[in-house]
């Protein structure tokens, strides 16, 4: 099955989501990089809902603090949705939004 970003799929098919919702067991940044565009364009208006997995980062070639890095690039802040309220230690859900605390 081939393999493509959020962004080349999107730009693809003319797609502007308004939610974007991941469980990827790890990889989470890696789809958040093969967003930026997405991201960028748009804004406050896109709501990303995703399952952190800190203890898979390492194994998809993440760790917390290049994670932490992208999502500034990115203007992403972090809400945890539940428990645990450390998502960057444990594995949680968070809702990710454009310039929002």
């Keep these: ?7 080349a799929f999107c730009d693809a098919r003319g797609i502007e989501p308004d939610w974007i919702v991941m ?3 790890g990889y989470e940044f890696a789809a958040l990089e093969g967003a930026q565009r997405v991201i960028a364009r748009r ?7 995703a399952e952190f ?3 898979l980062w390492p194994l998809a070639g993440w760790s ?14 972090v809400a945890p949705v539940g428990p645990p309220r450390d998502v960057w230690q ?12």
Excluded at 43 to 49: A, C, F, K, S
Excluded at 64 to 77: I, K, M, N, T, V
Excluded at 90 to 101: D, I, K, N
């Design 1 to 7: 099955m081939p393999v493509t970003t959020l962004d």
């Design 23 to 25: 469980d990827i067991e």
């Design 43 to 49: 804004g406050d208006r896109l709501h990303i809902v």
């Design 53 to 55: 997995h800190p203890s």
């Design 64 to 77: 917390a603090q290049e994670g932490r890095r992208l999502l500034e690039r990115l203007a992403l802040s």
């Design 90 to 101: 444990a594995h949680g859900t968070v809702h990710l939004r454009v310039g929002r605390t």
